[in-house]
């Protein structure tokens, strides 16, 4: 009996120790309380070869992945706590993984944008932020049968480093 009585004393403390003093479903993240709305400029193309639609793409697929994956809202006025502008500076094909022949199996198809993000509260701050991200397909296949799958593909890479980048601790 006595064996009982010591174990629990050094047990019971241990996990209630170890018991979490709340618990939340709400995520609070890095992300600061002032930080309330954000708005997306739109995506100027610069870069040659990429589709003029690509601009307006990504910067929709940038607003869907902001309010779907944090709490900020979006500000239509072109306003708010966070304000993301952004240059599509390379949309480039390349061949990869190089064969007897010179002949490549697969290409890649690579876009790299530059973003300003202006941070508006709690203190005013520019983080800016270059992504440059990929996606590979066969050499036999044409581009354009499977380009807006790879841009899809690419797109939700890109949005999730801008999320990335707003909700570490920069």
């Not at 870069?47 to 994956?69: F, H, M, V, W």
């Not at 899809?152 to 601790?169: G, H, M, R, T, Y």
Request: hydrophobic share 40%; charged share 20%.
């Amino acid at each position: 009996m006595s064996k009982i009585v010591i174990v629990l004393i050094f047990i019971l403390p241990a996990l209630f120790g170890c018991w979490p003093s709340s618990v939340s479903f709400k995520d609070a993240g890095s992300m600061p309380e002032e930080w309330k709305s954000f708005s997306v400029e739109m995506i100027e193309n610069s870069a040659p070869n990429c589709p003029l639609s690509y601009g307006p793409q990504i910067t929709e697929r940038l607003k869907d992945a902001l309010q779907n994956n944090t709490r900020l809202v979006l500000n239509t006025d072109n306003g708010g706590e966070i304000e993301i502008s952004g240059n599509i500076s390379g949309y480039n094909v390349a061949p990869i993984a190089i064969q007897q022949d010179d002949n490549a199996s697969q290409n890649r198809l690579t876009i790299r944008i530059n973003f300003q993000i202006n941070i508006n509260a709690p203190e005013s701050e520019t983080m800016p932020l270059s992504v440059s991200r990929f996606a590979d397909f066969e050499s036999n296949v044409n581009l354009a049968s499977v380009e807006n799958q790879l841009i899809e593909e690419i797109n939700d890479q890109i949005a999730q480093d801008v999320i990335n980048k707003l909700l570490s601790n920069w």
